[in-house]
């Protein structure tokens, strides 16, 4: 239960005790419920994650830069320290942010992330705990990068569903399991927690058809899929009755080993890695003594399956609203057209189309 916090009008501010303890308040009310979306769903765990680092983000940030961290209460302050609440702000914003790019070397997507945890926490105060705080935080900027979507091509989709070379090798490697998941992954374009979480209630079989149903834990919407032989070979392996459908692992564990298996995929060419910070483009090295550059199954993760589902539905010429549906992405979903990316081999041949043309092309009349 969040301990009350007493506030008279002849407070301008509330110390970096209090700031913390009403920050704890919120990731409590994030988790048990108490704090919905504005659709009354849930806080999902990844937010409440990020918020969870937060704290730490700005704990660590007072004690290295012994910044004295507080919150004005801006219904109590006159015109002119509300001016100097505004520089307070500022100050803040610069400092803070500061230390995440120099002190820590973190990129545009992770500070984005926590300074949309720390706007969420100031709309709480607000809205929900009613106390004013101003709407000076809408001036923190939230940055954003655009990471590259890594998705398999269809020929590497099929050599590592069908190659008996490679699965061997798997075999060897322990590596059976990841290949498994990885490849059902690959089928029903699920987010890697949906994908872990599958159970027997997840599966329907009608007249020797078997179809995944799930709801999506992101977006609340139901997906329906008819599985192929390879996906119902891999449940058939590791389904029991009122248990998991897929190998009972971590996500951290299957991405850790899915770069393992990823190495023993044919042409696994070098591919530079490059992040953002404060939109400059910061390229990384896997040596940077030596200027070694990542390779593609560096770049490989969870999230590759899913893309290499879309992206396969997509270029082998299922209609998009199908694909959405199949996904759970809402119409016009940013995030599902920067899914649609089509193979290279697929621009490769439209490419050559296109010259073929110009090449034969011959003025008429």
């Known amino acids: 239960m969040a301990k009350k916090i007493n506030i008279t009008k002849k407070d301008k501010t509330l110390n970096k005790d ?7 308040d919120f990731i409590n009310d994030s988790k048990t419920g108490k704090r919905t979306k504005k659709n009354g769903q849930r806080i999902q765990p990844a937010s409440i994650y990020h918020y969870h680092y937060l704290k730490l983000q ?3 940030f007072c ?27 500022n100050k803040f914003y610069q400092q803070f942010t500061n230390y995440l790019y120099i002190k820590k070397k973190y990129f545009d997507n992770y500070v984005g992330l926590l300074m949309n945890a720390l706007k969420a926490f100031f709309n709480y105060l607000n809205l929900e705990r009613h106390i004013s705080v101003g709407n000076y935080h809408k001036s923190f900027y939230s940055p954003k990068e655009e990471i590259p979507i890594i998705a398999l091509s269809v020929e590497q989709l099929n050599f590592i569903i069908y190659d008996e070379q490679f699965n061997q090798q798997l075999v060897e490697k322990n590596l059976v399991q990841i290949r498994d998941v990885f490849v059902f992954g690959c089928s029903v374009a699920l987010r890697i927690s949906d994908l872990l979480s599958l159970n027997f209630k997840n599966l329907v079989v009608m007249q020797g058809v078997h179809y995944l149903k799930v709801k999506s834990q992101k977006t609340n919407t139901y997906t329906s899929v008819k599985l192929p032989d390879f996906a119902v070979e891999v449940i058939k392996k590791y389904q029991k009755k009122d248990s998991r459908l897929l190998p009972n692992i971590t996500a951290q564990w299957f991405n850790k080993q899915l770069k393992i298996m990823a190495t023993l995929i044919p042409d696994n060419f070098e591919m530079v890695k490059i992040r953002e910070r404060r939109g400059k483009q910061i390229v990384l090295y896997r040596n940077v003594k030596n200027k070694t550059h990542f390779k593609l199954s560096d770049h490989i993760t969870s999230h590759t399956m899913r893309k290499t589902a879309i992206t396969t539905m997509l270029n082998l010429g299922m209609p998009e609203h199908i694909v959405r549906k199949i996904s759970g992405h809402a119409a016009n979903s940013r995030e599902f057209y920067r899914y649609v990316q089509m193979a290279q081999n697929v621009i490769d041949k439209e490419s050559d189309k296109v010259f073929e043309k110009v090449k034969s092309y011959k003025k008429q009349g």
């Open 18 to 24: 209090q700031f913390f303890q009403l920050l704890e």
């Open 58 to 60: 700005l704990k660590d």
């Open 63 to 89: 004690e290295n830069v012994k910044f004295e961290l507080k919150l004005y209460i801006d219904n109590n302050l006159p015109y002119n320290q509300k001016l100097t609440a505004k520089r307070y702000y």
